[in-house]
């Protein structure tokens, strides 16, 4: 991690007492900087839906939960979304109010890994985040179609599964790419420090493995996941969404695997990233689905989100961080 300011003032006075007592008295020392960018504010409040928003204290590092949105005073739609496109949930979530007035400012939705998600849900809505715990009952859950229809089966959800866009892998880099990555199998170098999902909660590892295993076979799958784990050159995230690229900024990994439209956001905004395109034959397409939860407390809401996710209007926004729509045969793909 960057170094905080009690760590930055230390480095300060160790580099003054370096220089010789001439360059010390000669100037003072720069005061310590705190690059704040890094640690971004997670919009100021703007992805907020709530309109009330009362004393707003957001702090980086300290006090912010960025996946949490909108107000939990009577929402009357609450949805459950796999986080890798947290990004996007602002426009579509003020697009769709447009639509439906009666919901504006009122719909709360959380932006996690869709199997924190399920645990979550398993646990009756309730989540705890530092000394905060609260209970929401989601009325839409959305991640990828296999998960979806996995939650289908085991009557979390009801059908059907609603498909409503595609996406594929890239590698993410700091800007500049210092460490050469051309390639997934670049990833395998030694030396070449990773930033991964962690397969135990973030379904996107189980497509990156494929992605390993069709660039380098089943030896670069371990190399990444297994051996470079092992040696801590591969940090396993708890949240990629969100750790990823604050780890490449900070160049404490030098690449991590991620949706493409999560670069291309990282890159609108201008932060310090860009990436490597995956060729066609080693990439995979996710398909991104959602249904409605068994006894969601608004099935009506929950039912309109779903028809939106597939509107022109939806589609326009997804393909501003480059989704591609669902075909509606995807919906019979498991």
Known sequence: MLARPSIALAGCVLAALLAGPAQAAGRAAAPPSYAERLYPPWSQGANDPALHQGLRFTVPEIDDMPDFHGSLD??????????????????????????????????????????LLIKAMANGGTFTSGNLTFTVAPDVYAAGLKKV?????????????????TNTLTIMVPAGNPAHITSLADLGRPGVRLVMPNPAWEGVARQIRMALERAGGPALARTVYVSKVADGQTILTHIHHRQTPLFLMQRIADAGVTWKSEAIFQEQIGHPLTHVNIPTADNVTATYAAAVVRHAPHPRAARAWLAFLR???AQRIFASYGFKPAPPSAAQRR
């Open 74 to 115: 009577h929402p009357a739609l609450v949805i459950f979304v796999g986080g890798n496109y947290y990004f996007a949930m602002a426009p579509l979530v003020r697009a769709f109010s447009a639509q439906h007035p009666r919901l504006r400012g009122r719909i709360f939705y959380v932006t996690l890994p869709p199997g």
């Open 149 to 165: 229809q996995g939650q289908i089966a085991a009557r979390r959800l009801v059908p059907p599964a609603v498909p409503y866009a």
């Open 311 to 313: 509107s022109n209007t």
